[in-house]
């Protein structure tokens, strides 16, 4: 039975867009020989019965996450594909310190790098992914992920680095203010000011999170090739260089973190450049998507070394039918509503990509295998709903931010200062009128007079 390991798909060059996968394609190629496995594609971890990638498949029998597929491999072989076998036992506690640090603090760095950072996102991460996304998954996924992804990160502080959150701030900040910006004076700049800006205290503060990350992987490859050997590798080597990898080769309009690498910490980047090819392949060129079977080496045709170096064992990715990404579709529409996403608590791809970080954990089954597959009278009855109840949405939305833009604000610094005058001269009409309404209220007494002689009487004869 040959195996099946099913990861993200390819991007920058590299054979996935995940640290976990790339982990996962390193480890394959040192432990298992070449056809016994295969490696398949995939555009969704939802794809597969764990709701996780990386996924391997062996006849019925699915495992999903890095570690549990390290785990699986060691059982199947008796041993013989562990890469940690003559390691001793304190090598091995290394191993299981150094992996926990790298997945707990590596996975936020790279969320920061390529989902938070907003010219990264934009520039790189996004075309990724809706390149190799059928439509018209490339709009649900990727601010999918993106979202997630601002959740993992959030505790680490530095929201700044998320340029279109702060201009949807600036943008309300400047429609509630009655002042316009241009008549406000400006502090003068100063050297505490200016550390005090977000931008410069979430440089301080990445530079201390990069450094706090790099400075025990940097300690741990200088002393050999790899981690522990100057020839063996070690599965910690494969999940350093996953991480490693995304974080220096991507090319990042904004490469702080390939930046702070290279500039202070030169055996990674050597460790790097140098591990790369034997443990991911060849550069894959144009990130192509190994979808089409015409585009795929034949199992012969992939064990030819170009150079050294052995081709990765690419097969067709299974078929996505319509059913398939119209359930996810669906899926994750439901999932985006405010209102819906407190009861669809099932989500399968939400769940999935959850999972993303989650290691050393039994594979767990998700909603397309926990469950049939709908009929597709179903899923289309849902989708045509979802469609018209989006269609009404955004009218909706339309119709209101067309009564907004009647507002003076809305029409620079001199609607705003217009409204600021029309807010002050309806406040002064309205105290006027309440002045009016007391007075008029007040008891009034008529008294009728008549002058006679001289003297002033009342109609009384007082």
Aim: with cysteine; glycine share 6%; proline share 8%.
């Amino acid at each position: 039975m040959v195996l099946e390991l099913y990861v993200w798909a390819p991007a920058f060059s590299l054979p996935s867009i995940d640290p976990q996968c790339l982990a996962a394609i390193a480890y394959f190629r040192q432990a298992v020989p070449q056809g016994a496995w295969v490696l398949r594609s995939a555009y969704h971890p939802s794809s597969n019965p764990t709701g996780q990638l990386p996924a391997l498949r062996d006849g019925s029998t699915w495992s999903g996450g890095f570690r549990t597929i390290v785990t699986r491999l060691r059982q199947i072989s008796e041993g013989g594909w562990d890469l940690d076998r003559s390691l001793t036992d304190d090598e091995r506690a290394e191993i299981t310190a150094f992996s926990a640090f790298v997945d707990s603090s590596g996975q936020p760095l790279l969320d920061l790098y390529l989902y938070v950072s907003t010219q990264n996102y934009s520039g790189i991460t996004r075309p990724a992914y809706s390149k190799f996304s059928p439509w018209p998954l490339q709009y649900s996924i990727p601010p999918t992920l993106q979202t997630t992804a601002k959740l993992r990160a959030d505790h680490l502080g530095l929201s700044s680095l998320d340029l279109t959150a702060q201009e949807d701030d600036r943008q309300s900040s400047r429609r509630d203010s009655a002042i316009p910006p241009s008549l406000l004076k400006k502090p003068k700049e100063t050297v505490s000011r200016l550390l005090g800006q977000p931008e410069y205290s979430s440089r301080i503060r990445l530079e201390t999170l990069c450094v706090d990350f790099f400075t025990p992987l940097d300690h741990l490859v200088s002393r050999k090739r790899y981690c522990f050997s100057e020839t063996r590798i070690s599965s910690l080597d494969c999940l350093i260089l996953g991480y490693l990898s995304l974080m220096y080769i991507p090319p990042a309009p904004q490469p702080w973190l390939a930046d702070i690498m290279a500039r202070s910490f030169p055996h990674l980047e050597i460790y790097v450049t140098h591990s790369r090819v034997p443990l991911l392949g060849k550069p894959i060129e144009n990130d192509s998507h190994p979808r089409s079977p015409q585009s795929l080496p034949t199992l012969k045709e992939s064990a030819e070394t170009v150079g050294d170096q052995i081709e990765l064992p690419w097969r067709s990715s299974d078929a996505e039918g319509a059913l398939s990404v119209g359930s996810l579709l669906i899926d994750t529409v439901l999932d985006s509503m405010p209102v819906m996403k407190h009861f669809y608590k099932r989500s399968a791809f939400r769940t999935s990509v959850q999972k993303a970080t989650a290691t050393d954990q039994t594979p767990s089954t998700s909603l397309l295998g926990s469950f049939p597959p709908p009929s597709p009278t179903i899923v289309l009855t849902m989708g045509t709903g979802v469609l018209l109840g989006a269609y009404a949405l955004a009218n909706l939305l339309t119709w209101q931010d067309s009564l907004r833009r009647t507002r003076l604000d809305d029409f620079g610094d001199a609607g705003t200062a217009l409204a600021a005058f029309a807010d002050q001269m309806e406040y002064d009409g309205a105290a006027a009128a309440s002045q009016i309404e007391r007075s008029e209220t007040a008891p009034v007494m008529e008294v009728a007079v008549e002058v006679d002689g001289g003297a002033v009487v009342d109609r009384a004869g007082t």
